[in-house]
């Protein structure tokens, strides 16, 4: 089967620019996450959802980020606007049971 | 709240040599425990995972983990290391309660460095 698609590999951008991943799953997972991960440390969770709506969105910066999965499918991570510290590893994960995730390659942004 | 404590940032081996990575984790019930492979610009790769039963797990790539409730620890081991081993390991354990069920906590890692 198909793994989780992830673009860009890579983004390099200013701060206070915008910016935007796409993440497409594992044919027929219903719940798909996003997670950062800062140089040095592990994944942490940004958002998850359950086909199309959110499970868990507590560690989302808000003011600076969104996310949408439309028809349940395919999603979308925005910032905007970006900061130094939003330089990181993106990673994108599905899952169509609990706990058996499956990683795409991720997005490596960095923020000048 | 669950959390996961990974002691070694770095740990360096001779190829053919034992390896055992440390994890120590903070639950208050039976956790699911999981084991993660990251190597450079790639994503994670799921080693092992511990749901119930045996607590001796084997998995992929030749590794084991044994969970030691008693201790809170999910130790990776291999008996013999390869230099394809290197990598970063991440020991992640699953979040059970609350609106983030199914989703993973995971340890700082520990980057596995091979000598030949």
């Known amino acids: 089967e198909a793994g989780v698609a992830q673009s860009p590999r890579y983004k390099i951008i200013e701060k206070r620019q915008s910016v935007a991943f796409w993440c497409n799953p594992i044919s027929g997972h219903a719940t798909l996450y996003w997670y950062q991960q800062i140089l040095g440390q592990g994944p942490k969770l940004l958002i998850q959802?359950?086909?199309?709506?959110?499970?868990?969105d507590s560690q989302l910066p808000k003011d600076r980020f969104s996310a949408e999965r439309l028809k349940g499918v395919d999603s979308t991570l925005k910032i905007q606007p970006a900061k130094l510290e939003d330089s990181a590893v993106y990673l994108c994960?599905?899952?169509?049971?609990?706990?058996?995730?499956?990683f795409g390659n991720g997005t490596r942004l960095t923020v000048t | 709240a669950q959390s996961v404590t990974q002691p070694d940032i770095h740990i360096t081996v001779s190829e053919g040599a034992s390896l055992e990575l440390r994890c120590n984790y903070s639950?208050?019930?039976?956790?699911?425990l999981f084991w993660y492979v990251q190597s450079p610009g790639q994503g994670l790769q799921l080693l092992l995972k511990?749901?119930?039963?045996?607590?001796l797990v084997q998995g992929i790539k030749g590794f084991e983990a044994e969970f030691k409730r008693s201790q809170s620890s999910f130790n990776l081991r291999k008996p013999s290391v390869h230099w394809s081993d290197a990598a970063e390991y991440f020991c992640?354990?699953?979040?059970?309660?609350?609106?983030?069920?199914?989703?993973?906590?995971f340890g700082k890692g520990t980057k596995l460095s091979v000598k030949p």
């Open positions: 511990y749901f119930s039963g045996d607590t």
């Open positions: 994960a599905s899952s169509s049971t609990g706990f058996t995730l499956h």
């Open positions: 959802f359950q086909n199309n709506g959110v499970v868990d």
């Open positions: 639950y208050g019930a039976t956790p699911y």
């Open positions: 992640a354990v699953g979040a059970t309660s609350g609106g983030s069920q199914g989703n993973l906590i």
